[in-house]
């Protein structure tokens, strides 16, 4: 499996723009590599590699490889979150539409593709033996939760009905993530269409519209 590269912008100019390319470089080079090779295959020569870089590099910008781990949880996080948000407010719609709408945007592209799935399966399963990373899965998990509950609760207002938003937000997380990890291991078993309609009915009993 060949993970393919994000299309190169501009290139900086400043030094400060080099150093925020150069560093954002080698952690898109790590996710690639945790894509195609998991983390034990994963080397500073591997990322070097991916990114297009010099072994060397690596060193001026990380400690360690564990602080690439973090980095590049971080920085996936980061980008999924931010493609969602945008999606979410380029649809436009109320409260309970939008939380319909979300089970659309994390089982499809450009959120639901194969760099995301396995890249994230890599890192999921190093948050088992890696302190720091699980330190920063901690929390942007709750981070997640929270926003969640967010959705949640702006929904229930909208319709006027009473629940519990953060049980409502810590089953959909739930459910969700089982449905992703499921995909990402064997999408012979379920499709991508199957999960979203899994995710909005649970939306829709929560929200008491069944």
Request: contains cysteine.
């Amino acid at each position: 499996m060949i993970i393919p590269k994000t299309p190169s912008k501009k290139r900086p100019r400043t030094h400060a723009e080099i150093n925020e390319f150069r560093r954002k470089s080698l952690i898109e080079g790590a996710l690639r590599s945790l894509a195609e090779n998991g983390v034990s295959g994963t080397t500073v020569s591997t990322i070097c590699t991916a990114a297009g870089s010099s072994r060397g590099l690596l060193g001026h910008y990380f400690s360690s490889k564990d602080e690439v781990m973090v980095a590049a949880l971080d920085y996936l996080f980061g980008q999924i979150s931010v493609t969602v948000r945008e999606s979410l407010d380029r649809f436009n719609g109320t409260a309970v539409e939008t939380l319909h709408e979300l089970p659309s945007v994390m089982f499809t592209a450009p959120v639901f593709t194969q760099l995301n799935r396995t890249a994230f399966l890599a890192l999921w399963h190093e948050t088992r033996f890696n302190d720091q990373v699980r330190v920063a899965n901690r929390q942007l998990y709750r981070n997640y939760i929270n926003r969640m509950e967010r959705m949640f609760i702006a929904a229930a207002a909208e319709l006027g009905v009473q629940f519990d938003p953060r049980r409502a937000a810590l089953g959909y997380i739930a459910l969700s993530d089982g449905l992703w990890l499921g995909l990402s291991i064997h999408d012979d078993v379920i499709t991508g269409e199957q999960a979203i309609e899994i995710c909005q009915n649970y939306i829709s009993r929560e929200l008491q519209q069944n």
